[in-house]
């Protein structure tokens, strides 16, 4: 495996995929391109203007920028065995790596991380199963479910822990599974499983830690509370687990999970019940969840998230081909820049924003904010996997199949792995390898079959490979679900930044029939 190893740790290469014993360590975007910079060169002194060009390229910052960026590497990677620390400070000039520093050993290959391990981890890491909806009211479903996201979200900012995203954990919704076989599946060392039972003003929660090493119970509670204490419950539920599986850098960080809560728990409810249908890409969910995001802001008009959420929503309609790109732009530039200036530190606000920026072609600040989104919250599937696509829009494919595969192994068992499978395939389509780009496309559309964005790049791709029986069928799809799409539209309003792309990409759809 091409990469790096020192201590117990293993940079692959391929993957762009920080291993600590085995396990994905959450390194941030910025701390990665760093900590490259200085294997590359271990016991050389790097200069702070060569490593501020490794880690942002083409982009002036200040200094403080990368003290803080080494600051956080250092933290998350802790001292060597001799005791020391890995990276050294020289007065006045810069940095050096001080470990040494030799080839993988053991056999990490790109497919394997991003399929999942074979063993559980041994570090720290988690899944969080949904929690089991015991109310007798069914349609409070929305209410378990979000639940669990805040407490994976809050759990997700801390560095050292590896959090699976939601929606792999929500694949064995459902099922009687053992947690030995969940931490299997997902390559984790924790898994926290649990049950809410709402009547009325009040909640019953019962939450339970196991070690999926063994089986082994280290930790369960039942909490009862009133509905007006729901947050502090779900800080309490988060602080317990991260006192339970790290117990001394809980110490140090433990309030690092807590963030702005909403003043309203309706409106809460209405951010909850949108989550589920913001990302189907169908347009009658697209119009739903906005509905009740903006109900949401109504309620609360300092309520971060559901302002990131209309974000992303808003331009999303101009993804999926129902309006014109300049038609949402503003309002939805508005709304992530809104969620930004209520609460900097949540990822979502970033990651929205760095959504609208990539739709525009406005590749840098596109990457900027998606960085930052993934700085906050280094297990944020998402965030890697938009940022995968913005490099392939922004014509940087070999970055931007990096940024997939860590999502993919961050969210192995992905029920909206649509996004990823068509962040990959216009990774491959800017790298020239149209069958490639129309498989992954294909997959794509299995999953979600609303999703017109693949269906008009499987046609692309299609046509570009020869493949016309796909690429017309394709073709017929996409027409079906945009009715507007044409050669103008795809110059005017998709999001690849080169235009020799979009000519290759407008080439292969009229091979697919487009006129």
Not at 364 to 373: F, G, H, I, N
Not at 490 to 495: G, L, Q, R, T
Request: with cysteine.
């Amino acid at each position: 495996m091409p990469g790096f190893a020192f201590g117990p740790y293993v940079l692959d290469s391929e993957t762009g995929t920080l291993l600590r014993e085995g396990v994905p360590v959450p390194v941030g975007y910025r701390g990665l391109l760093l900590l490259k910079a200085f294997l590359n060169r271990p016991g050389e002194v790097l200069t702070k203007s060569s490593l501020m060009d490794a880690a942002w390229p083409g982009v002036t910052v200040e200094e403080t920028n990368l003290s803080v960026q080494i600051a956080t590497l250092r933290k998350l990677l802790g001292s060597q065995p001799t005791g020391g620390e890995w990276i050294t400070t020289i007065p006045r000039v810069g940095y050096r790596f001080a470990g040494s520093v030799g080839q993988p050993t053991h056999d990490v290959s790109g497919n394997a991380i991003a399929a999942g391990s074979k063993e559980p981890g041994s570090g720290p890491s988690i899944a969080v199963l949904p929690f089991v909806d015991l109310s007798e009211d069914r349609d409070q479903e929305f209410f378990a479910d979000g639940i669990v996201e805040d407490i994976i979200a809050g759990l997700s900012r801390l560095r050292w822990l590896f959090v699976i995203a939601r929606n792999s954990s929500y694949a064995y919704k459902g099922k009687a599974i053992d947690a030995r076989q969940v931490a299997l599946d997902l390559g984790v060392h924790y898994v926290l499983e649990g049950s809410i039972r709402r009547v009325g003003q009040r909640v019953r929660v019962t939450a339970e830690l196991v070690d999926g090493l063994n089986g082994r119970q280290i930790w369960t509670d039942r909490y009862d509370r009133e509905l007006t204490d729901l947050f502090a419950l779900q800080d309490e539920i988060t602080a317990s687990v991260v006192a339970s599986i790290e117990p001394h850098i809980f110490a140090a960080e433990g309030a690092s999970y807590r963030r702005k809560v909403p003043s309203s728990l309706d409106a809460w409810g209405r951010v909850m019940r949108a989550m589920p249908t913001v990302w189907t890409w169908a347009a009658p969910d697209n119009d739903a969840a906005l509905q009740d995001l903006n109900q949401a802001v109504a309620i609360d008009p300092g309520y971060a998230h559901a302002y990131s959420l209309i974000a992303w929503t808003t331009v999303s309609r101009a993804h999926i081909g129902r309006v014109r790109l300049p038609e949402v732009l503003e309002p939805a530039m508005a709304a992530a820049r809104k969620a930004i200036d209520l609460d900097g530190e949540d990822p979502w606000g970033h990651l929205a924003l760095g959504y609208v920026h990539m739709l525009a072609r406005r590749f840098r600040p596109a990457v900027e904010e998606l960085s930052q989104s993934i700085d906050l919250n280094p297990s944020f599937a998402l965030a890697h996997g938009i940022l995968g696509a913005s490099f392939g829009f922004g014509g940087e494919p070999e970055e931007g199949l990096q940024q997939v595969r860590i999502a993919l192994r961050l969210s192995p068992r992905d029920v909206h792995q649509a996004v990823f499978l068509s962040a990959e395939a216009i990774c491959h389509f800017v790298a020239r390898r149209y069958r490639e780009s129309a498989a992954l496309n294909r997959r794509a559309v299995q999953l979600r079959p609303r999703f017109v964005s693949a269906w008009r790049s499987l046609a692309a791709a299609a046509g570009l490979a020869g493949d016309m029986e796909t690429a017309s069928a394709a073709l017929a799809e996409a027409r079906s679900l945009h009715v507007d799409l044409s050669a103008e539209w795809i110059e005017n309003n998709y999001a690849l930044v080169k235009p020799e792309d979009r000519a290759l990409y407008i080439e292969g759809l009229r091979k697919a029939g487009l006129s």
